[in-house]
């Protein structure tokens, strides 16, 4: 039997932490643990930790230099903002406050698209 690379490994490894906390996420949402407000809370942190460790992962991608660096620029770029709309969304829905429309949180949001 062969052993894999320590770099194989470790994705590897990073995949399967990222399976599991996302399954413990979705399952928690789909139970309804703690009913509709709770749900909301893990809801929305979720999708702003999501959005973050995707730009996490996306500037990592760009420390390389090849010709995919400026792509992986701007994705992280564009997680990067879609996850600080997702804060000033969580914070609206946090504190009570009605969500405007439109609102801060749609600048980030629409700096996403290309």
Known sequence: ???????NRRYLAVCA???????????FL?????????????????????AFAGAIGCFVGARRRD?????????GGACFAWGCG?????????TGREVPFPSYADIG??????
């Open 1 to 7: 039997m062969r052993l894999l690379p320590s770099a």
């Open 17 to 27: 932490f990222t399976a599991a906390v996302t399954s413990a996420w979705a399952s």
């Open 30 to 50: 789909v139970l309804g643990i703690g009913g509709s407000s709770t749900a909301q809370e893990v809801s929305n942190v979720g999708l702003t930790v999501a």
């Open 67 to 75: 010709r995919y660096r400026r792509s992986w620029l701007f994705l």
């Open 86 to 94: 997702q804060v000033v969304w969580t914070w609206y829905e946090s």
């Open 109 to 114: 949001y629409l700096c996403l698209p290309p």
